[in-house]
């Protein structure tokens, strides 16, 4: 079946999508190399002994293997189209992870309990099952499910069943605790997650890294407590021991120093007043914490990079069963994993606050346009959660009574970004002092930065206002234009040729000129004023022209007209605006 003198070839050896365009093609080869590679497959597939099931991703099932479908209890073909809720809805199982498979591609392994129709001698059945994505050319089809039954006779099913929800705790845990990159909000999804989970109240407590923390006379420690989360039935007594925000001095010798100087889990069972007087951060909370029912403790220490940044607190209350030595473990694995994403989220706030100093120290530096040009700026950070990024701005004095305004966009975000950011800035100041057209300073730019390896790229758009011949002359690389306002006329985009951002060595850029009206107001924007995700950029160009803006009134009511119109508050990236006014009033 194979040509002549190729030799026998495996059939998985080759490639499928070469077997499939042979096919297409016409080549009989190719089409029987199909059929039979489909055959075994759906031999391994058919005779498995583990469940294999394919899913839609709405989560309805597309296969189900014939062992799949014994586990089930119902026929395959009663199964296709079907969602997993509608066939499996007494089986615990977080469909959530399911669906951050399907987005970010990652397998997953589960573990699933509860009942299917199928008869079963186990009180409660139990499977472990595996789950990856398909895709096809960028596509995503569904998911593969593979699943083995590992359920237990009745007499150690309570004990598999506590082992099988502490492990379903750990993998929901993993999509459910540090999903920004926000100190806070991390702490307060682990404690948020643990309670009711594994403990009636769960708290962070942080080391301070600026602010009253630390050492105190006297030996205590104080902490600031992150986040706090408790049942419904100790929610008084937990605010009354401590809020989150507020400062927590534990003594000598308590739990949580234990646990700090020792690296190690501290358990406890509090059977008398005397072990509680020790562990408490001060003696002088026994009586609160009798108050509210809690006997029983675990404290496990928050390690990032070898160095301890805080402790996770899980205390019992009322009827729940004490702490034993398996809670611990599941304690610290996601004291853990919480610890890695809190030293991310440490880590990016101090670029965060590095780089947000870097540019704002920058933006505020004095600019010194001629006196018949009023200017006013605003610049804001995203309020996303990404690192601040590259923007700036300038108004410069040139020679012969002109202006140049400055916007520019530096690629990326963070520190490196900021750092970059300075460096075009001081470029396009020093290039501006030639007295050279926008396009020429463009052009040398570009070829400065192409030569010097900076490694970002950046967009800008240079307006050169000549007061005297009552015109702009401007050049854009890659930049969004400027927008016009004047009177008797809506706000408009002055057209200006678009060419490559700085940096790419290009440097093909093109001047243009537009008639310059006194009083007319300008305004120079990043992109990050009028981007939104999922909207075409000349719909949200379009929204900004039709914002009704004044022009007599102070050039910063300009401005926040504009960002309360667009609400920029939402914004995904870094908001800056630089307007500018001509000296007179508007013309009619």
């Not at 880590?347 to 933006?363: D, P």
């Not at 930049?479 to 200006?496: C, D, K, N, T, Y």
Request: aromatic fraction near 4%; include cysteine; hydrophobic fraction near 40%.
């Amino acid at each position: 079946m194979w040509a002549e003198g190729a030799g026998p070839r495996p059939l998985f050896g080759q490639d499928a999508d070469e077997v499939v365009a042979a096919a297409l093609a016409g080549d009989p080869s190719g089409v029987d190399r199909l059929v039979r590679e489909y055959r075994l497959l759906r031999q391994v597939l058919d005779g498995a002994r583990a469940g294999i099931a394919l899913l839609d991703t709405d989560l309805r099932y597309l296969y189900v293997s014939p062992h799949m479908a014994v586990m089930n209890g119902l026929p395959a073909e009663a199964l296709l189209g079907r969602t997993l809720n509608e066939v499996l809805p007494d089986v615990e199982r977080p469909d959530q992870v399911l669906h951050d498979v399907l987005r970010d591609g990652q397998p997953r392994e589960l573990v699933l309990e509860g009942r299917t129709l199928a008869d079963s001698p186990y009180e409660s059945r139990v499977w472990r099952g595996t789950y990856h994505r398909l895709e096809e050319d960028g596509r995503v089809l569904g998911l593969a499910g593979i699943g083995l039954e590992v359920s237990a006779p009745r007499e150690r099913q309570r004990e598999l069943s506590r082992t099988n929800r502490r492990l379903l705790l750990l993998d929901t845990a993993a999509v459910r605790v540090g999903t920004t990159l926000d100190v806070d909000t991390t702490c307060r999804e682990l404690t948020g997650f643990l309670v009711p989970g594994l403990a009636d109240a769960a708290s962070v407590e942080l080391i301070p890294r600026e602010g009253p923390g630390g050492e105190l006379p006297g030996g205590s420690l104080r902490l600031r407590r992150v986040a706090v989360a408790s049942v419904r039935d100790l929610s008084r007594q937990v605010r009354a021991l401590g809020a989150a925000g507020e400062y927590v001095d534990y003594q000598p010798g308590s739990a949580v120093r234990q646990c700090l100087e020792s690296g190690e889990p501290w358990l406890g069972n509090f059977s008398s007043d005397e072990a509680f007087s020790r562990a408490a951060p001060s003696a002088d909370r026994v009586s609160a914490y009798r108050e509210a029912g809690i006997h029983s403790g675990v404290v496990v220490p928050l390690i990032a990079q070898d160095r301890p940044i805080g402790t996770l607190t899980l205390v019992r209350a009322g009827d729940s069963p004490a702490f034993g030595r398996e809670d611990v473990v599941v304690a610290r694995t996601l004291a853990e994993r919480a610890a890695t994403s809190l030293a991310k989220a440490e880590r990016f706030a101090r670029e965060q606050g590095m780089a947000l100093e870097l540019q704002q120290a920058l933006l505020s530096e004095p600019t010194f346009p001629h006196d018949d040009l009023e200017v006013a700026s605003r610049y804001l950070p995203s309020g996303t959660g990404v690192l601040v990024g590259g923007d700036w701005f300038d108004c410069l004095a040139l020679p012969g009574g002109r202006t140049l305004l400055v916007m520019g966009d530096v690629m990326g975000h963070g520190v490196e970004a900021a750092v970059a950011m300075s460096h075009y800035r001081s470029l396009i100041r020093a290039l501006a002092a030639s007295g050279n057209p926008p396009a020429d300073i463009l052009r040398e730019a570009d070829q400065v930065v192409f030569a010097g390896g900076l490694d970002r790229v950046a967009t800008c758009l240079l307006v050169l206002v000549d007061r005297a011949a009552g015109a702009c002359v401007h050049a854009s690389a890659g930049h969004l234009p400027a927008m016009v306002i004047g009177r008797g006329q809506g706000p408009f985009l002055a057209p200006v040729p678009v060419g490559p951002p700085l940096g790419t060595g290009y440097g093909r850029y093109e001047d243009a000129s537009f008639e310059l009206r006194p009083g007319c107001v300008l305004m120079l924007f990043t992109d990050g004023l009028v981007e939104r995700r999922g909207e075409d950029i000349d719909a949200s160009l379009r929204r900004l022209t039709g914002i009704p803006l004044p022009v007599d009134g102070p050039l910063d009511e300009v401005i926040d007209t504009v960002l309360a119109a667009l609400r920029v508050t939402d914004a995904e990236d870094d908001v800056t605006v630089l307007a500018a006014r001509t000296a007179g009033r508007p013309g009619p």
